[in-house]
Nanobody, 115 residues
């Protein structure tokens, strides 16, 4: 059974930092990613990383956020720096299973950036 468990969300002041973690299990995954769901906005891709380490970032977070993965620990991270109020939202971890190309989602973790 595939499981994705996010942690590390919380409340932080603008300009601060947070590190999100997502522990995954139940399969072998190629691309891992983070999406953000902000109130009254469409869900957007924040960052993704392939099994080969290639990364992709949303325009609004490029240069401030860093995605990484530790395959030995089955964990993907999102380091978020210089946080802005518009970064507020629920952050979801995603994982694409290599064998089936099916994408799985975690339950999400809330990040709130106060001004």
């Amino acid at each position: 059974q595939v499981q994705l468990v996010e942690s590390g969300g919380g409340v932080v002041q603008a300009g601060g930092s947070l590190r999100l973690s997502c522990a995954y299990s139940g399969g072998i995954f190629s691309t891992l990613g983070w999406y953000r769901q902000a109130p009254e906005k469409q869900r957007m891709l924040v960052a993704s990383i392939t099994s080969g380490g290639n990364t992709n970032y949303g325009v609004s977070v490029k240069g401030r956020f860093t995605i990484s993965r530790d395959n030995a620990k089955n964990t993907v991270y999102l380091e978020m720096n210089s946080l802005r109020p518009e970064d507020t939202g629920i952050y979801y971890c995603t994982a694409v299973r290599t064998l089936t190309a099916r994408e799985y989602w975690g339950q999400g973790t809330q990040v709130t950036v106060s001004s």
